[in-house]
Nanobody, 125 residues
Framework: QVQLVESGGGVVQPGTSTKLSCVPF????????IAWFRQAPGREREVVSC????????AYGDSVKGRFTVSGDAVKNTVHLQLNNLKPEDTAVYYC??????????????????WGHGIQVTVSS
């Protein structure tokens, strides 16, 4: 059974940083692609980032490029998402998702079968 558990997040001030983590259970990062999505109230779910150790590739949504960094630790089987220079518009529920051997060129949420429960990030002064 595949489970994805997110941690981190919370309330942070604009311009500051925070880090999210995703620990997948029942799968290995060496074979599964991990993506981060986010959804703000009244808005569609949008891709934040993707990491594929199989492809040795990462990808980012346009709204976070240059500010967010995704990394994977194959030994600890954990993915981290570093969020820097946060803006109020980054406020959303952030989800970790996974799919076996999916290319990071494919960024749509509909391609991921396994999802975490989500974690709230609120950027507010």
């Amino acid at each position: 059974q595949v489970q994805l558990v997110e941690s981190g997040g919370g309330v942070v001030q604009p311009g500051t940083s925070t880090k999210l983590s995703c620990v997948p259970f029942g799968i290995s990062l060496e074979n599964y692609t991990i993506a981060w999505f986010r959804q703000a109230p009244g808005r569609e779910r949008e891709v934040v980032s993707c990491i594929s150790l199989l492809e040795r590739r990462t990808a980012y949504g346009d709204s976070v490029k240059g500010r967010f960094t995704v990394s994977g630790d194959a030994v600890k089987n954990t993915v981290h998402l570093q969020l820097n220079n946060l803006k109020p518009e980054d406020t959303a529920v952030y989800y970790c998702a996974s799919e076996p051997a999916l290319s990071c060129w494919v960024l749509g949420a509909q391609y991921y079968r396994f999802w975490g429960h989500g974690i709230q990030v609120t950027v507010s002064s």
